[in-house]
T-cell receptor, first 112, second 111 residues
């Protein structure tokens, strides 16, 4: 049982480059989330989705875009990477909102 | 502005003793609270939750207490084991589809 899988696990980008982080879940969850974790900041919500074809902004959405074309996948895009986006990114999913979230193991992204 | 706060970045406890991790929140609309445990290079894993209609929830060695008037929750681990050494995050949510996380407390259980 894979749960939540994030791809890639590590990536180094140059400022201005673009990339997409992929999150896949096999638990038929409706809700999916993207967080970033920075030292001393805890986890902060970037964007989330309450079902296939829906997306919504979280606490820190600027500089990111997301898409949920298929129920099992939630993509996070950086159109023009900036050093301030250096972080560890976590994807999570849940059946409904007020239920525990299942997390992936994270993507460590460095932007030079 | 941090709506969920964990004011102790770290905590060390002897094996077999009680570990108490604390969390404070500012938003009175929060009605669901969770604790997650995180090991290095892994994602957070769910530990225990509590809704605002309760003031205590137990699951084995783990108990969460909620004091709504003080906007405070705590996680008790009894007895503490070396495998409990990890970073613990509290999280809270209300009517919006968002969870707010604390900054985490690193627990070290000394054998």
């Amino acid at each position: 049982n894979a749960g939540v899988t994030q791809t890639p696990k590590f990536r180094v980008l140059k400022t201005g480059q673009s990339m997409t982080l992929l999150c896949a879940q096999d638990m038929n969850h409706e809700y999916m989330y993207w967080y970033r974790q920075d030292p001393g900041m805890g986890l902060r919500l970037i964007h989330y989705s309450v079902g296939e074809g829906t997306t919504a902004k979280g606490e820190v959405p600027d500089g990111y875009n997301v898409s949920r074309l298929k129920k099992q996948n939630f993509l996070l895009g950086l159109e023009s990477a900036a050093p301030s986006q250096t972080s560890v990114y976590f994807c999570a999913s849940s059946y409904v909102h007020n239920q525990p979230q299942h997390f992936g193991d994270g993507t460590r992204l460095s932007i030079l | 502005d941090q709506q969920v706060k964990q004011n102790s970045p770290s905590l060390s406890v002897q094996e077999g003793r009680i570990s108490i991790l604390n969390c404070d929140y500012t938003n009175s609309m929060f009605d669901y609270f969770l604790w997650y445990k995180k090991y290095p290079a892994e994602g957070p894993t769910f530990l225990i939750s509590i809704s605002s209609i309760k003031d205590k929830n137990e699951d084995g060695r783990f108990t969460v207490f909620l004091n709504k008037s003080a906007k405070h929750l705590s996680l008790h681990i009894v007895p503490s084991q070396p495998g409990d050494s990890a970073v613990y995050f509290c999280a809270a949510s209300g009517t919006r589809n968002q969870f707010y996380f604390g900054t985490g407390t690193s627990l070290t259980v000394i054998p």
